[in-house]
C-alpha cells in the first residue's frame, strides 16, 4: 500500500495554517497601495471586459491563468470603485488576498 501519511501531516498543517490566517485576518485588510497608470487602466480593462464563452473542461495551467485574470478583475474593480488618480498613478486600498495573487504572479 501506498505511503500517505504525509498528506495526514499536511492537512494538520493546513488546520494551523487556517489558525494563523484567522488571527492575521484581525489585523490585515486593506492596504494602500500606489500603481502606475498603464497598469491601473489595463487592470480596470480586466474589470470592464465581458467574457463570451463558457468554462469547460480546462488543464490545471488553464484554471491557474483564469485564477489569475479573475484576480487582475478585482484589482481593476477597487481602482474603478474608489482608486484616486494621481498624475501617472493612482493610490488604491487593495485588499491583501489580492496583493498576495499579484505578488505570486510576479514571482
Same mark, same amino acid.
Not at 51 to 78: K, M, N, Q
Given at each position: 500500500m501506498e505511503d500517505r501519511e504525509q498528506y495526514v501531516r499536511y492537512r494538520q498543517d493546513r488546520t494551523v495554517l487556517a489558525a494563523v490566517g484567522a488571527h492575521l485576518d484581525s489585523q490585515i485588510g486593506r492596504i494602500k497601495v500606489r500603481?502606475?497608470?498603464s497598469v491601473a487602466e489595463a487592470a /480596470?480593462?480586466?474589470?470592464? %471586459? #465581458? @467574457?463570451?464563452?463558457? /468554462?469547460?473542461?480546462?488543464? %490545471? #495551467? @488553464?484554471?491557474?491563468?483564469?485564477?489569475?485574470?479573475?484576480?487582475?478583475?478585482?484589482?481593476?474593480?477597487?481602482?474603478?470603485?474608489?482608486?484616486?488618480?494621481?498624475?501617472?498613478e493612482v493610490v488604491v486600498d487593495l485588499d491583501v488576498v489580492h496583493i498576495a495573487a499579484a505578488l505570486r504572479a510576479s514571482r
Open positions: 500603481l502606475p497608470r /480596470v480593462a480586466a474589470w470592464d %471586459r #465581458e @467574457e463570451t464563452g463558457g /468554462v469547460g473542461e480546462e488543464s %490545471r #495551467e @488553464e484554471y491557474e491563468l483564469r485564477d489569475d485574470a479573475a484576480e487582475l478583475a478585482f484589482i481593476g474593480l477597487a481602482i474603478s470603485s474608489h482608486g484616486l488618480w494621481d498624475g501617472e
